[in-house]
């Protein structure tokens, strides 16, 4: 099966700074990457997806970016804001629609 | 939450007891989806359901069984509750014909087994 690993487990940075999260999937038929935002109690949030005919996509103060030679995505956030602070997944989508996750990135934004 | 409601929220049982699990939407999405969060693992897929009576395993699927008799519903029953499913729950609804569709997670339901 698909194997998604996730780095760093934890980040801490200042308000305004950027922060980077990165991601590497084993199955090169994967074509779907979704990154979530998940706050304290509550689902999964959808923020930004990325499929394999393109190479980067923005809303906003978020980005992802993905290299499907090297098989690695990432998150990139903007201007940070308190209000970003959460854990945040990523995934990987191998066949019918399945999604194999990342372990989570903990970003804590300091005013 | 994308007119997904998860009931219970929170539920403590005892080893051994039959467990369910309720997932309801109102999307009338396709494709439902159960997963575990455990520290460490992130989000596992359990089952999934593309239609009605149509289901199929996940990645941990031992020791559990889902039921859709309905595009609404998606239950997930834990026939013989063990403290190793102590874990919280999430269903997710997706409106794909086929691959590459953005999943929408509920709120979550919080078992614990004793």
């Known amino acids: 099966g698909e194997n998604v690993e996730q780095h760093p487990s934890t980040l801490s940075v200042q308000e305004g700074d950027s922060a980077v999260i990165k991601c590497t999937y084993s199955?090169?038929?994967?074509?779907?990457f979704p990154w979530y935002k998940q706050e304290l109690g509550k689902g999964p949030q959808l923020i930004i997806d990325i499929r394999s005919n393109v190479g980067e996509k923005k809303d906003q103060r978020i980005a992802v970016t993905l290299n499907k030679t090297a098989k690695h995505f990432s998150l990139h956030i903007t201007e940070t804001q308190p209000e970003d602070s959460a854990v945040y997944f990523c995934a990987a989508e191998i066949g019918a629609n399945n999604l194999f996750f990342g372990t989570g990135t903990r970003l804590t934004v300091i005013p | 939450d994308a007119g997904i409601t998860q009931s219970p929220r929170h539920k403590v049982t005892e080893t051994g007891t039959p467990v369910t699990l309720r997932c309801h939407q109102t999307?009338?999405?396709?494709?439902m989806y159960w997963y575990r969060q455990d520290p460490g693992h992130g989000l596992r897929l359990i089952h999934y359901?593309?239609?009605?009576?149509?289901?199929d395993k996940g990645e941990v699927s031992d020791g559990y069984s889902v039921s859709r008799s309905k595009t609404e519903d998606f239950l997930l029953t834990l026939e013989s509750a063990t403290s190793s499913q102590t874990s919280v729950y999430f269903c997710a609804i997706s409106p794909g014909q086929g691959v590459s569709y953005e999943q929408y997670f509920g709120p979550g339901t919080r078992l614990t087994v004793t």
């Open positions: 359901s593309y239609g009605v009576k149509d289901t």
């Open positions: 999307e009338n999405h396709r494709y």
């Open positions: 199955d090169s038929a994967s074509n779907y």
